[in-house]
């Protein structure tokens, strides 16, 4: 039996989860101590974890495979009965999720740092997901952030690596690590939610579709679930083999960063349908040719066709979305007679909704769009969503959104973000905007009904989040939100979001950024975006 180690460290400062786990540059992750620290404050604040069973991999970019094999030791030195690792140390945010669920493990541990880049220079990540299989929630990274305040030392056994590549399982310091096939489980959940049949069937009489896996983690499971079980040609899978620095590219699927995506579905000729997905494969872009589905949209038009989907042919209990995205799935879930709920950003704030059977879809404007069959957004399930929507109803994705504002009016949406801007010019802006007093001013064509700091109290838990994104509200309904990003790993980056409810069909064609014009012009000068951050324009609009 390998020696267990006990090693003397001292705390980081900074340790702290964000929207989504720890994340930080490659380098800081490598330092001696830094990834062991976090770990073992991990293991320390989730309970006993002698005799258990965690779930572990990642999106396969630089450094996985070091972190995995820290990882692994150090779980064999606190006790854990049995690892189960992706193949490769590969496996996806929603996989990971399914299989924490179907096999009843104590969690999971995720190593990913989702869209932003990999490689030496880039990002890495990492978190806890608990056993409901979703992100830990604030309760749980608070405590494991003041432990990585305090910690004085970590547990470690002393042993060669372990191999990754094969299936199997194996024994660490007396510890079962068992190699499985990422894949498999997944693409099983998926073929019971779907009308795999139908989706054939529409392939085999000629719908063409590109997804773009983006070198990041899902190509294998594009390739198996798209090319292999539903029968689309080989090639449908772009960029499909995942890569650790996902081939120089930022893998976030967005009209800016799948721009090989957006090019093929462009023009005459192109195919009916395309998507892609994001570094750990949770987040989804959907398009038509020569058509843009906003992720809001996409919530919405996947909502009100669920019936269509086998997984989902009882209806939805609710629709979750979180506060910046649009309100268009709320409409829909006032048609249905269920209930739209509104929570801060952050996937984790979706899981008690769904644990309660409160809420069967969810999304967010960040191209997160997901169910109740896991407890993360799920790239592939919305493609897959999709797709089964496409094959039931023989329209284009133009034709089905275009019918879709025609019933319920188009909120026009878009989100305008600032990236690497200044810190402390960005928590300045923010401290701006918190003491204007707007209330009944007029601002343009618009009059303010209110504003406010958005705090949130969980329905189901009764647990308050605060300072969640400045809120300007008017008196039509239409939006400006201001946020500050929680995934980044340098400066600040500024989120800006603008919405209008526009009813008139014959407007609903209107280029968005035309048609909130008025209102992008407005938050600026509210912000006072130029003169507090130097920046003239958004470095990406979505
Ligand atoms: C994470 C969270 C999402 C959130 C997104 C954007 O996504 O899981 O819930 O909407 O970050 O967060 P922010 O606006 O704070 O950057 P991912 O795909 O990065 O895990």
Redesign the pocket.
Known sequence: MAAVKTVSTTPFSGQKPG??GLRKKVKVFAQPHYLENFVQAVFDSIGDVAGKTLVLGGDGRYHNRTAIQTILKMAAANGFARVMVGRGGILSTPAASAVIRKYKTFGGIILSA??NPGGPLEDFGIKYNIPAGGPAPEAITEAIHARTEVIGAYRIVEAADVDLDTLGTRSLGGMEVQVFDPVADYAELMESLFDFAAIRAAFASGLRMKFDAMHAVTGPYATEILERRLGAPAGTVMNGVPLEDFGHGHPDPNLVHAHDLVEALTGEGAPDFGAAS?GDG??NMILGRDFYVTPSDSLAVLAANATLCPGYRNGLKGIAR?MPTSAAPDRVAAKLGIPAWETP???KFFGTLLDAGLATFCG?E?F?TGSDHVREKDGLWAVLAWLNVLAVRKQSVADIVTAHWTEYGRNVYSRHDYEGIDAAAAEGLMEHLRGLPLKGRKLGAYTVAFNDDFAYTDPVDGSVSKKQGIRVVFEDGSRIVF?L????TEGA?L?VYIERFEPDPTRHHIDPQTALADLIAIARDLAEIEARTGRQEPTVIT
Request: charged content about 30%; proline content about 0%.
């Open positions: 929207t989504s989702s869209h994001d949770d987040r979180s950003t952050g996937w967010e960040s997160g946020r990003s929680g995934t980044g980056t989120r």
